[in-house]
């Protein structure tokens, strides 16, 4: 089976520099570097899977410096999918920007790397930088989702359908997992977090914000063997994804045709 797969941007951000999105110094810290916000789109016939949910606009107007661009569930209206039907929702990671609309898409299965909400509900979740990095309400959301049996923790590589698989790298958080999609062009791996830019993994500089160092050049290495192709690979917050694939007609600036 394969799927066509459609980058959904939701949001940008003018105000971040380089350093905030590049471990260790970089000499050009203070430079502007704006960040895009996505989720991801994998349609095949009547099937689909969403993957992450991205963050609300109350959440953008309370952390600053966000342009709320368009709600993600009318994005995926437009591709011709109800967000009421789509039975897959998969999560990369627990921050913020990736868990803001699970509530929107009722009907799914949320699937996520047990370890990834383990350690949200440790006692280390709420230190330092990992507070910041989370939303209480949208952990809260999801432990509640666990006892009526809607969230389907995994561990390692999951079939989320027939051509659509995950894959936990870590690095990033302890439980990230990035999504691999059968398509026509080849496998595309939608990197989320495990790539925020082209020039993390094209460089072999991981982000800023670290979990586990090592794990995090080894996600660099898994996505390359999972991928068709080095281009298949498509970073979680890069702007130039959109100049990289083709817009669809009418979405210019937020959506755009991956495979």
């Not at 439980?175 to 094209?202: K, P």
């Not at 090592?214 to 959109?242: C, K, N, Q, T, W």
């Amino acid at each position: 089976m394969t799927w066509q797969v459609y980058a959904i941007r939701f949001a940008h951000r003018d105000a971040s520099v380089r350093g905030e999105h590049f471990y260790g110094h970089d000499p050009c810290a203070l430079d502007r570097f704006p960040i895009s916000y996505y989720v991801w789109l994998a349609v095949s016939g009547d099937q689909a899977v969403l993957f992450d949910a991205g963050f609300t606009p109350d959440t953008a107007a309370r952390r600053g410096n966000r342009e709320y661009l368009r709600f993600p569930m009318d994005t995926v209206r437009a591709l011709g999918v109800d967000p009421d039907t789509i039975p897959h929702v998969v999560l990369s990671h627990l921050h913020y920007d990736h868990t803001g609309h699970l509530r929107d898409f009722p009907g799914a299965r949320i699937v996520l790397q047990e370890r990834e909400l383990a350690f949200w509900t440790s006692r280390h979740a709420s230190r330092g930088e990992h507070a910041h990095l989370a939303e209480p309400g949208d952990i809260a959301y999801l432990v509640e989702q666990n006892l009526t049996g809607r969230v389907r923790l995994v561990d390692g590589v999951h079939e989320v359908a027939p051509g659509v698989t995950a894959h936990r790298l870590g690095g990033h958080t302890p439980g990230l997992q990035v999504l691999r999609v059968a398509t026509e062009a080849g496998h595309v791996v939608l990197a989320a977090d495990g790539s925020h830019f082209y020039e993390n993994i094209g460089r072999d500089r991981p982000y800023a914000v670290v979990n586990h160092l090592p794990s995090m050049y080894e996600a660099f290495d898994a996505m390359r063997a999972l991928a068709g192709a080095e281009e298949l690979i498509v970073p979680g917050h890069d702007p130039r994804v959109l100049d990289r694939f083709p817009a669809v007609s009418g979405l210019d600036g937020i959506a755009a045709r991956i495979a």
